[in-house]
Structures are given as C-alpha cells and as structure tokens.
C-alpha cells in the first residue's frame, strides 16, 4: 500500500489510477455483518440465499464497496459523495480487482473518480463513482512524514488511544 500512498504524498493527477485485489472470507462477511448490523439472511443463511437464486450467501453491497473506500483512505481522498451499482453477487473467497481513475480535478482540489470492481472471471460487479477532495500540500507533507515514519497510522496503530 505504501506505494499507493507515496503517490498521494507526490500529488494526485488526473488520470491517476489505482488498483488492488482482494478476497472477503466467510468469517470477514460475518464479521460485516456484525459491524453493520445487517443481517439480511442472503449474507447469512445459505437456504435462504438459495430461495433468491443464489448458489451461497453473499458480501454485502457496502462491504464489497470498502474496496473503494480501502483506495480512497490511502490516498487522503476526503469524499464528499458515493455512487454504487451493484452488478453482480459476490461470493465468499471470490478473487476481486478494483480499478481507480482519477477523471476531473478543479483548482480548489476537488476531484471525481470511476471506479469498476471485477471479479476473477472478469465480470464486472460494482461500478462506482466518487467525488471528493484531494490531499493539500500542508496534508502531502504530512503524508511525506508519515512514509518516512514508517506509515503508523497505516492499520498498525490507534489513533484513539
């Protein structure tokens, strides 16, 4: 990640792009579904999933779109709006690329990005748009810093304790 977040502390352009890969387990989709407290039983009860036509349970929407949200907060992106179209279900220990592109950006900083999330057989199941505000130079040099620290506030500590 820290690549991602060197290229944020360099200053954004558009046309910048962005992608990771990842894979949502079973005990992540549960975990999910106890943060959000969405327990709608197509994400946690497998016969009801096949009542909807669906061959398992499935990630949620939102947990499928922190994809996103994953590339926005190593950029420093502070969004301002989210827009989702669910494609396709998403399974458990599904293999899924998000792809991240920069498209406008204004003098004050402020940005618009699309965004598509694919899954291993190259379908596409999330497509996305966000706008939002782009690192300063004030925040660039904090992320400068926070590189040269080694990133502590990159998952490694807690900023509330």
Same mark, same amino acid.
């Given at each position: 990640?820290?690549?991602?977040?060197?290229?944020? /502390?360099?200053?954004?352009?558009?046309?910048?792009?962005?992608?990771?890969?990842?894979?949502?387990?079973?005990?992540?989709?549960?975990?999910?579904?106890?943060?959000?407290?969405?327990?709608?039983?197509?994400?946690?009860?497998?016969?009801?999933?096949?009542?909807?036509?669906?061959? /398992?349970?499935?990630?949620?929407?939102?947990?499928?779109?922190?994809?996103?949200?994953?590339?926005?907060?190593?950029?420093?992106?502070? /969004?301002?709006?989210?827009?989702?179209?669910?494609?396709?279900?998403?399974?458990?220990?599904?293999?899924?690329?998000?792809?991240?592109?920069?498209?406008?950006?204004?003098?004050?900083?402020?940005?618009? /990005?699309?965004?598509?999330?694919?899954?291993?057989?190259?379908?596409?199941?999330?497509?996305?748009?966000?706008?939002?505000?782009?690192?300063?130079?004030?925040?660039?040099?904090?992320?400068?810093?926070?590189?040269?620290?080694?990133?502590?506030?990159?998952?490694?500590?807690?900023?509330?304790?």
């Amino acid at each position: 990640m820290t690549n991602i977040r060197q290229l944020a /502390a360099e200053g954004l352009r558009i046309g910048d792009r962005f992608t990771i890969t990842r894979r949502f387990t079973p005990e992540e989709i549960v975990s999910f579904a106890s943060l959000s407290r969405d327990y709608n039983p197509v994400h946690c009860d497998s016969n009801y999933a096949k009542l909807k036509g669906l061959r /398992a349970p499935i990630a949620h929407g939102l947990l499928t779109a922190s994809l996103i949200t994953e590339i926005g907060g190593q950029i420093g992106w502070l /969004a301002m709006s989210m827009s989702f179209r669910f494609k396709r279900p998403v399974y458990a220990d599904e293999t899924l690329t998000c792809d991240w592109v920069i498209l406008e950006s204004d003098e004050k900083g402020r940005a618009k /990005a699309e965004i598509r999330v694919i899954n291993g057989d190259g379908i596409t199941v999330l497509e996305a748009e966000t706008t939002g505000v782009l690192p300063d130079e004030s925040e660039r040099q904090r992320l400068v810093e926070m590189l040269a620290e080694g990133d502590p506030t990159n998952g490694v500590t807690n900023p509330y304790a």
